[in-house]
């Protein structure tokens, strides 16, 4: 890919990132976003495995279909701690690494802790807060970014949130 499909790319995920906020994010909202996801999941006949975490790393809710393992559960884990410490899209991590040429291990970070791939999404409030992480895992990874923003457009009612 060439820097500009990089630099579409974090334009993009800004743009998503700043559209799919959420007024409120209790407990039982990411029990109810985690069904609608999983409903989704099945309903298009994928294997996924989805996992919505606070920010301080509390598994609010997690679903790994037949055809995922404990190795999805993994990237997830990374994807996490992407999410955690950019607060930003796991995604938008990867497009922005590209184009500085910074990697996790420039940061005097462990690739086996934090991952440069699609399928983490913060979980903001509409103030700016981020609370929780919504990550992903079985698909090629843009496929894994696109599924989380195709679900959350349709769980809060956004019709114009661009795609990549």
């Given at each position: 890919?060439?820097?500009?499909?990089?630099?579409?790319?974090?334009?993009?995920?800004?743009?998503?990132?700043?559209?799919?906020?959420?007024?409120?994010?209790?407990?039982?909202?990411?029990?109810?976003?985690?069904?609608?996801?999983?409903?989704?999941?099945?309903?298009?006949?994928?294997?996924?495995?989805?996992?919505?975490?606070?920010?301080?790393?509390?598994?609010?809710?997690?679903?790994?279909?037949?055809?995922?393992?404990?190795?999805?559960?993994?990237?997830?884990?990374?994807?996490?701690?992407?999410?955690?410490?950019?607060?930003?899209?796991?995604?938008?991590?990867?497009?922005?690494?590209?184009?500085?040429?910074?990697?996790?291990?420039?940061?005097?970070?462990?690739?086996?802790?934090?991952?440069?791939?699609?399928?983490?999404?913060?979980?903001?409030?509409?103030?700016?807060?981020?609370?929780?992480?919504?990550?992903?895992?079985?698909?090629?990874?843009?496929?894994?970014?696109?599924?989380?923003?195709?679900?959350l457009s349709e769980w809060l009612g956004k019709k114009d949130v661009e795609s990549l």
């Amino acid at each position: 890919m060439d820097k500009a499909v990089f630099e579409r790319m974090k334009t993009a995920t800004e743009q998503q990132e700043k559209a799919l906020v959420f007024e409120r994010f209790s407990n039982k909202d990411a029990l109810a976003l985690g069904s609608f996801l999983t409903d989704r999941v099945y309903e298009q006949g994928l294997a996924l495995a989805i996992a919505i975490r606070r920010v301080n790393g509390a598994i609010l809710y997690q679903h790994m279909t037949d055809g995922t393992n404990l190795n999805n559960q993994n990237w997830m884990e990374r994807k996490f701690h992407t999410v955690a410490l950019m607060e930003r899209s796991s995604l938008g991590a990867w497009a922005e690494s590209n184009l500085t040429g910074e990697t996790i291990p420039v940061h005097g970070l462990s690739e086996s802790t934090y991952v440069l791939c699609g399928g983490g999404f913060p979980i903001r409030l509409a103030t700016g807060e981020m609370v929780a992480i919504l990550t992903v895992s079985n698909m090629p990874h843009i496929e894994d970014h696109q599924f989380i923003v195709k679900a959350l457009s349709e769980w809060l009612g956004k019709k114009d949130v661009e795609s990549l």
